[in-house]
């Protein structure tokens, strides 16, 4: 809890960007992207190592680094498909089964599904993977795939429906999807919104949250938000855009409020694709701009409207009961943990496991840039 | 010697159109969005160097649209040689876009809300703690006047 509020953070990734797990021609370069976005996001006290981030990242330590290192009390971990960049699709069914095993209250998972395999094989899937997480809450798309390239529409009766029916079927709550930020070069179209307006449409009783909400199509976002019960705006990345550009995140942020309200945004990190606490702490600590508030005649971004952002909202989404969960870990060994050490600086679990402190480390790193002639972050 | 004409140059950098307004189907270009801040032409030696930022600090379109200005440069009468390099900490916002370009980006979505009628949130009717409290009775009964949990 951050100041007594619960915090969820509505995305987390154990990524396995091992040089081994990356698949094909485009496969290499989103794994270098990923860790150049990682190293040019954050500030160097919350950047990970190279060698630590471009590997097999473990759950333990992922569900440590939240659970000791910040305020979050609550994980949610969306099982990837980026099955054509990735042997293992990156964030894979064997961690979301390990995640709800071992941290059965500290986390809930989406399914990964990649409906370009055909409704038949996805919906095969589907099955396949709620047997091994029958208590899964959702489920993730990608909106395409490469090698050879493919991609689909949220709002196709043929390809989609039929999914969004065993979904249903399933007890599944929601339907994630990827937007905003395209996976390398690749046609823009599919990371638009305007799809997931149909698919709300078409199936009231479950939730569609755009994931990267805010990176791109803020105002068409906005107005699916204020449009459609049904239809949630997840930060995942967008909120490092307080570490990079806070006043575009006050942006983006003002607008879905103007026209989303209060109860349509969820907070989300993507740890480990940054430390969880740093833009958790510049989020609670925000204030919008005078011009915003007065263009957007807003509230104050007071204790309550920021409590729902940082996990009311997910939990009424989902139909999670917030504080009977919160009174469920209250003084779990998590609660202890943290408490006795009064919250631990960035990356000391993982430090801890690599057997060299964090600042060291990086040091390390950029001591070794300097020698080789290369930039902080570039390619080794 | 001709001098690089400056109305040319950003004639290219506009040819140029930037992804997302494409998307929305209002194209814009480069220049209009503001997305080329830094633009020196050198008559002397016949260059251009132009330095961009993104409208996001991870759009994957940088190099893509880096690459299109230099060739779009590459063939204004005049330019030997073109340079486009990205400043990938440069702070963009909605406000850089030109003016007119806004108003064409403005009354496309103006065509949206007034199609689909979209209304806005009405703030009116938020009353924070309360309706924090009111939407989950458990909740409620654990949290004090500021939304804390007890």
């Not at chain 1, 509505?10 to 860790?35: D, Q, T």
């Not at chain 1, 009231?204 to 909400?213: R, T, W």
């Not at chain 1, 490092?240 to 907070?267: H, S, V, Y």
Request: charged share 20%; with cysteine; glycine share 6%.
């Amino acid at each position: 809890m951050i100041d007594g509020i619960p915090v969820i953070d509505g995305v987390v990734h154990p990524f396995n960007l091992s040089e081994s797990n990356a698949k094909g021609a485009i496969g290499p370069l989103v794994r270098e992207g990923f860790y150049q976005l990682h190293s040019h996001w954050n500030p160097a006290e919350t950047q990970a190592p190279r060698s630590w981030f471009q590997a097999d990242q473990s759950v333990t330590t992922l569900m440590d680094t939240l659970c000791l290192e910040s305020a979050v009390d609550v994980a949610v971990y969306h099982t990837l498909r980026l099955d054509s960049l990735f042997h293992d699709g990156l964030c894979s069914r064997a961690k979301a089964v390990q995640l709800r095993a071992e941290h059965p209250t500290r986390s809930f998972v989406y399914l990964g599904l990649d409906p370009t395999l055909g409704v038949a094989r996805t919906l095969d899937d589907l099955d396949e993977q709620f047997a091994e997480v029958p208590d899964a809450i959702g489920v993730k798309f990608y909106p395409d795939q490469v090698d050879p390239y493919r991609t689909f529409r949220m709002d196709d009766p043929e390809a989609l429906f039929p999914i969004y029916e065993r979904v249903r079927e399933r007890g599944l709550k929601v339907v994630a999807v990827h937007k905003a930020l395209p996976n390398g070069p690749v046609p823009l179209a599919p990371y638009r919104i305007d799809d997931v307006e149909g698919a709300a449409m078409a199936f009231p009783d479950l939730s569609f949250e755009i994931v990267h909400a805010g990176m791109a199509f803020v105002d068409e976002t906005a107005y699916a938000l204020a449009r459609f019960p049904n239809v949630f705006a997840n930060f995942e990345v967008t909120s490092l855009l307080l570490l990079k550009a806070p006043r575009l995140f006050q942006e983006a942020l003002a607008t879905m409020l103007f026209w989303g309200g209060p109860t349509k945004i969820i907070w989300a990190t993507g740890a480990n694709f940054t430390h969880p606490q740093l833009a958790l702490e510049k989020f609670w600590n925000l204030e919008l701009d005078g011009d915003l508030v007065d263009r957007y005649q807003l509230p104050p971004l007071d204790r309550a409207l920021k409590a729902r952002i940082l996990g009311q909202n997910w939990a009424d989404m989902v139909g999670i009961d917030l504080g009977a969960h919160m009174a469920s870990i209250a003084g779990d060994d998590w609660d202890r943990r943290r408490d006795a050490d009064g919250g631990l600086a960035p990356y000391t679990v993982w430090a801890d496991r690599m057997g060299v402190a964090h600042l060291e480390a990086m040091a390390a790193q950029e001591t070794a840039a300097g020698a080789a002639g290369f930039q902080h972050g570039a390619p080794t | 010697m001709t001098g690089i004409d400056r109305h040319a140059v950003d004639e290219a950098l506009d040819r140029v159109v930037d992804p997302c307004s494409n998307a929305l189907g209002e194209p814009l270009g480069l220049r209009e969005m503001g997305l080329t801040p830094s633009v020196d032409i050198d008559d002397a030696s016949g260059t251009v160097t132009v330095t961009m930022r993104l409208t996001s600090p991870c759009c994957e379109y940088g190099p893509t649209m880096a690459l299109a200005v230099e060739q779009e440069l590459a063939a204004v009468p005049g330019v030997r040689s073109a340079t486009v390099t990205i400043d990938y900490g440069a702070a963009w916002t909605p406000a850089e876009i030109m003016p007119n370009a806004s108003v064409r980006l403005a009354e496309r979505r103006s065509h949206t809300i007034s199609v689909f009628d979209v209304q806005p949130y009405e703030w009116s009717t938020w009353k924070s703690t309360e309706s924090l409290q009111g939407s989950d009775p458990l909740l409620t009964s654990r949290l004090d006047s500021t939304g804390a949990l007890s």
